[in-house]
């Protein structure tokens, strides 16, 4: 016998009713599109598709998310939180040479592990959008971090960071979208990369050592012979 609406979980009973509702927020939607992206790829994310995942109407997705530009900005800014939290974690503990190679290979498999959702870092602009800027300082703010331990001064920390941020991320972004050309040498390109990355912030911190050494010396300019 066909079961009535008060037999019907959530149906005719307004409590449950809104129970449900409850169950579907900005942060529901976000992460089954960052699921759905992982399984079927940047060019499959539809608004559709992602009602369908939720078991909802896809006005209901409307409450939450105004269109599918305002989706893939809220992507950007929990792929770069999930991000900022694994390089953090990969580098507790560690500093100098070891952080950076620590980074670079928990940011190179979070990037394979989860290409749909890295893709979306590449979606919207981040000038201009406060959320996105943040979320960008965040894993810049790790890699800063790991980099303390060469006691540069503020701006060349940044820059450094800036640099480490924009390889790295060039070089998954080329990976997770079949971009080397030679993939089968990509494990060895990318252990070269590292390798230079603490080559050259190791000049670095010898010049500023350099410098600040100079600075420091007495001057022999006008002393009497």
């Known amino acids: 016998m066909p079961s009535s609406a008060a037999d019907r979980p959530g149906d005719g009973d307004p409590m449950s009713t809104a ?3 409850k169950v579907l927020d900005t942060v529901a939607v976000v992460r089954a599109a960052g699921d759905l992206l992982d399984e079927v790829g940047p ?16 006005p209901a997705l409307y409450r939450h998310v105004a ?7 809220l992507l950007g800014i929990d792929t770069r939180a999930r ?5 953090a974690e990969a580098s507790i503990g560690l500093a100098g040479g070891d952080a950076i190679t620590a980074i670079a290979h928990a940011w190179r498999r979070f990037a394979t592990e989860h290409p749909g959702r890295y893709a979306s870092t590449g979606r919207h602009a981040v000038e201009g ?30 820059d450094a960071a800036e640099m480490m941020r924009s390889t790295l991320h060039g070089f998954v972004s080329y990976e997770i979208m079949h971009g080397h050309p030679d993939p089968g040498r990509s494990d060895t390109t990318f252990e070269r990369l ?32």
């Open 19 to 21: 129970r449900n509702a």
């Open 83 to 87: 991000l900022a939290g694994v390089l």
């Open 129 to 158: 959008e406060p959320d996105l800027v943040d979320a960008v300082h965040r894993t810049i703010s790790v890699l800063e971090q790991a980099l303390a331990a060469y006691g540069f001064d503020d701006d060349a920390t940044r």
């Open 43 to 58: 060019e499959e994310l539809s608004l559709t598709r992602v009602a369908e995942r939720l078991g909802v109407t896809q």
């Open 67 to 73: 269109n599918l530009a305002e989706l893939w900005r």
């Open 194 to 225: 590292i390798h230079h990355l603490i080559v050259a912030f190791d000049a670095e911190r010898r010049l500023h050592r350099a410098g600040t050494e100079s600075r420091g010396a007495p001057s022999t300019q006008g002393t009497p012979s």
